[in-house]
């Protein structure tokens, strides 16, 4: 009989101990406003926007620029989305993207102030489209944000020769600002007006 109920008290402490996990991750995914993880690659032949209204460079490994990070609003059947776009140089291919976009404070970090991008992406409530080994992009809805808001692009990328061969890897991320640690992470901001009035109309 005492081996009956010890055995009820476990099973129930570990019925509780998963019930805590999922409810704080359900608590950490919802307290996150856009974010996104990408992982596989169609090489489909890729869009390379030329109509951004913004665009910073992609640095890798803090010394190299690996490309570029585009942002423009494009007007769907009356609809504005935010497009964010990974565009690399073509010695450089993306494996990895994590995205956040939305206000500074909601940007994961750690208690030192680095950046925390293994969970930027909580909550995937918009498309994210790998266009190619060289392009990757986000669409958002733009009345999701204010007028303006914050952007975290982070990437690993890996840089090819002319055979297709890997020859280095590193840690990307869209120039900006730099976080408050010892990590050069860095995060920018974007604002609507940027784009003015004249917008990219896809139909």
Known sequence: MKKIILLAIFLLSISYSCQTNDEFEILEANSFEFSVSTNDFTDLNFRNSETACFT????????????RIDVEIVNEDGTNYV????????????????????????IPETKKGNPKP????????????IISKFEVEYKI??????ECFYIAAHSEVE??????????????WGQGEGFEGD?????????KNLCGD???DIR
């Open 56 to 67: 910073t460079p992609l640095i890798a490994g803090q010394n190299y620029t690996a490309g």
């Open 118 to 129: 293994g969970v930027f992406e909580k909550r995937m409530d918009y498309e994210a489209n």
């Open 141 to 146: 809805p733009a009345e999701a944000f204010e």
């Open 198 to 200: 004249e917008l990219t």
């Open 159 to 172: 840089r090819i020769d002319d055979k297709g061969v890997v020859i280095q890897r590193e840690t990307g």
């Open 183 to 191: 990590s050069w992470a860095m995060y920018f901001e974007f604002c």
């Open 83 to 106: 497009y964010i776009s990974y565009i690399t140089n073509d010695e450089w291919i993306i494996k990895l993207t994590h995205l956040y976009a939305g206000d500074r404070e909601g």
